[in-house]
C-alpha cells in the first residue's frame, strides 16, 4: 500500500492529479498544468511537497569515522551548518543511494530517496561501527521546497532568518512561529530553500505560502527542470549497477580519503560507459530505456528525457560508451524505430539561472 504524506489532503483541495510514486501517493501535476508550474519556478517562485524524503539522524563519538567510511565525498570538509552531497556505495562500487549529509552541532543528518530508506537503514546498521547511534525520524518529518529567483523575497515576508546562507548550508530557525530547518539546497537548478520540521509546523507554512501566492508544483515539472541541470533520479540515471564516476558524480567521491565502500571497485574498475547528456537535433522527445546507436550499432540508452519548455526541443540523459561522449558529438537516438538525431553537449541544458543568486 502506498504511504500518504502530512500535505496529502492539500493536494486534494488544490485539485491536484495524484500517482504512485516511491511508495506514496504524490502530486504529478496541479489544475493549471505543467508548464505553467515550469515557468513559474523558472521566473518566480514555486513550492513542492518533498516529504516523501527519508531522513537520518546519525550520532556518537565516532559518527564521523563511521561516515567517512559509508559515504563517498570527505565528511572532515563539514562544519557546523554546512551541507554535503554525497552517495553510499556497495562494495563493487554501485550506488546504493544519493543523498544530502548535514552537519548538525550534536550530529548528522542525512537525507535519503524515499524508495530507499529501508534498503539504507539495513546498509548503516549493516556497517555500523561502536557508539554510533542511528535514528530513523522519516516518518516524523514533513519536508517542503520553496524554489525559484523569488523565493528569498517571498520567504522574508515570513521570517526574520538570515537568507543570505551560502548554497549547501542551512540554519536552524522559526518561520511563522515554528521552529524549523532552512537549507538552502533544491533540485531545480533556481535560487531555493528546503524546509524540514514536524507535520503540523510544515503544514501551517505550507497553508501561508499558498495563501500569498506561491504556485504548487508536482513531480512532473520537478522532473523537467532537474533534467535541464543535469540532476540525476536516483532508480533512472544511477543505482547499484552504475558507479559514481561514470555517473559523472567523481566530483563528490573523494578518491583521496583513507578508505571508504567501493573505492577499490571504483579505482579498478573497467567500465567504458559514461552518463552523458544530449540535446535532440531533430523533432522528438527520448524516454527512458530508449536506445542509442552510433552509425546504426547500439552505444547505450537512454536514463531520463524530456520536453524541454525553454529550448523547445526533446532532451536527454544516457550512458553511452566513453569514445562516443565528447561534447559536440552526434549521436541517434531510436525513437518509434526511426534514428533521430541527437548531440551530446556540456551540461547543464539552461544557463544563467538563479541558483547561486
Known sequence: MTQRTSLY????????????????????????????????????????DVSHMGQFFISGDKANKFLQNVTINDVSKLKVYDAQYSAMCNT?????????????????????????????LEWLYNNIIDNVQIKNQSSDTSLIAVQGPDSRKILSEITNADLYIKFYSYTDTNILDESVMLSRTGYTG?????????HESII???????DIGVEPCGLASRDILRIEMKYCLYGNDINENTNPIEAGLSWITAINKNTFIGKESMINSNNNSRLVAFRMLDKGIPRHDYEIQFKGE?????????????????????????????????IDIIIRDKQVRAEVIRPPFIKNTSLLD
Not at 101 to 115: E, H, Q, S, T, W
Request: charged letters at 20%; proline letters at 3%.
Open 92 to 120: 563493487d562500487g554501485g550506488i546504493i543511494d544519493d543523498l544530502i549529509l548535514y552537519k548538525k552541532p550534536n550530529g548528522y543528518y542525512m537525507v535519503v530517496n524515499a524508495g530507499n530508506i529501508d534498503k539504507n
Open 204 to 210: 501551517k507554512i505550507w497553508d501561508k505560502l499558498i
Open 190 to 198: 533556481e535560487l531555493g530553500f528546503e524546509l524540514y520540521g514536524p
Open 298 to 330: 547500439q552505444i547505450g540508452s537512454v536514463t531520463s528525457g524530456t520536453q524541454s519548455f525553454i529550448l523547445k526541443s526533446g532532451i536527454g540523459l544516457g550512458y553511452i560508451e566513453s569514445q562516443y561522449s565528447k561534447i559536440g558529438s552526434e
Open 9 to 48: 489532503n492539500r493536494h486534494l483541495d488544490l485539485n491536484a492529479k495524484i500517482i504512485p510514486f516511491s511508495g506514496f501517493d504524490m502530486p504529478v501535476n496541479y489544475a493549471k498544468g505543467i508548464l505553467h508550474e515550469y515557468n513559474v519556478v523558472r521566473s518566480k517562485c514555486g513550492i513542492f
